[in-house]
């Protein structure tokens, strides 16, 4: 018996919303493995926006405490733990599901699945997907949560600290790795991949206290979970660092080249122990001189875009193009979407879906051309952020999800569910 793969009771799936079903219905007709709660241990997640793209700074968000840059981010050694790739179960997943290989080619991520070895492009319908601030309750609420990513059809979620459960009673963060395969291989069977993010104070610096369960991380943590799942058929990308660009001042002195130079580290240790590509998250469409210093770095595969500027997203994929021309990579949006309540307190969920549909019209009439996708924010309300209000681009930070906090379909949901069906 492969000793990653959790064996886990069979328990029935809890009750869900009468109205809820009928839109379920179409997408499960098998039954699911309902899975018990576990601890974890996550990160926080910034969300506030450029209003144009040569803005030099934003307004910053609420984001966990600065880190203590180091100078010298020497890979950690490979835990005594089989590769994904070496594993049975995951080699059976990704047979029939999950990825076999993923790389950056041109403007385009070229893919193969399983055995297949016929290359093809992947095109992302993906949401960002969290449950709190630390990304405490994944395990917990994961297999619901998957059924609602069935329900819309989305190929790929995005996380903005590593998708994966943790152990109890540890001083340092440690990582359940039977949990956590679990929850990658129930997405590679479900054909759902993950951008798995990384958080440069917690993940790749290490040495901050989690005040939540008073555990430290450790020192270059990212790379345990990267040495492990190098090769997992869930895994698309690594990607590090959300919208830094407007934490400069905050989190490194006001000197930018500070987290460039431990953006450069991570993505020289993560590229060397696997073959997924290696990305950085920028908010709003980087500068001329942002973007060459994002292309220097060894590695580094795709610069995704927090972008948010209304129900339409104005010049952005010709400017991407044509600043990309020298050294061409994807648009690839790894935040878009709109707050189902503005900052009144009034329902804007028919504006929200509206503005949803008009967005991915937009993106997906660039996936031959100049973009490959992209992630909407959010899967599910969270209410950990507040009533914080953003503004009428964005509106209240708390209703961004296409779901309530508790699993129901907003009106955004059932136009998502048509238009990547």
Request: aromatic share 10%.
């Amino acid at each position: 018996m492969n000793p990653l793969k959790p064996t886990l009771p069979r328990l029935p799936f809890p009750r869900l919303p009468a109205f809820l079903l009928p839109m379920l219905a179409t997408a499960f007709a098998a039954s699911v493995t309902f899975v018990a709660p576990a601890a974890a241990g996550s990160e926080s997640i910034s969300l506030r926006r450029s209003p144009s793209p040569e803005t030099a700074a934003a307004p910053p968000a609420a984001h966990a405490p600065a880190p203590v840059p180091t100078p010298a981010l020497a890979p950690t050694p490979a835990l005594a733990l089989a590769p994904a790739s070496a594993c049975a179960d995951a080699g059976e997943i990704a047979t029939h599901h999950g990825l076999r290989s993923v790389k950056v080619e041109g403007r385009k991520i070229i893919i193969t699945r399983g055995t297949d070895t016929t290359p093809v492009d992947y095109k992302i319908k993906g949401v960002c997907y969290s449950n709190d601030l630390d990304g405490l309750s994944f395990y917990e609420n994961f297999e619901r949560d998957l059924m609602l990513l069935k329900a819309i059809h989305a190929n790929s979620i995005r996380t903005f600290r590593p998708l994966a459960a943790y152990k109890e009673g540890t001083e340092t963060v440690e990582l359940d790795y039977e949990k956590t395969r679990h929850m990658l291989d129930r997405l590679a069977e479900a054909g759902i991949s993950v951008t798995v993010g990384f958080d440069s104070a917690r993940d790749i610096v290490g040495g901050v206290r989690d005040e939540a369960t008073g555990r430290t991380f450790r020192e270059a943590f990212y790379m345990d979970y990267i040495n492990v799942f190098a090769t997992h058929p869930a895994v698309l990308a690594w990607a590090f660092g959300n919208e830094y660009n407007y934490k400069y001042t905050e989190w490194f002195d006001g000197d930018k080249n500070k987290w460039l130079a431990i953006l450069a580290g991570a993505v020289k240790n993560a590229r060397t122990a696997s073959p997924r590509p290696a990305a950085v998250v920028h908010g709003e469409l980087p500068g001329e001189t942002e973007l060459r210093e994002y292309q220097a770095i060894p590695g580094l595969d795709l610069v995704m875009l927090n972008i948010y500027r209304g129900p339409a997203f104005g010049g952005l994929y010709k400017d991407w193009a044509a600043r990309t021309q020298a050294a061409p990579m994807p648009a690839v949006l790894a935040e878009f979407g709109r707050s189902s309540m503005d900052g009144k307190g009034n329902d804007t969920g028919a504006l929200q879906a509206e503005w949803i549909g008009k967005m991915w019209a937009e993106i997906e009439s660039h996936f031959d051309g100049t973009g490959a996708g992209g992630y909407l924010f959010s899967l599910k309300d969270e209410a950990w952020k507040g009533d914080s209000d953003s503004g009428p681009n964005i509106g209240v930070e708390s209703h961004l999800g296409i779901f309530t906090e508790d699993g129901r379909p907003k009106e955004a949901a059932r136009v998502l569910m048509q238009l990547w069906n």
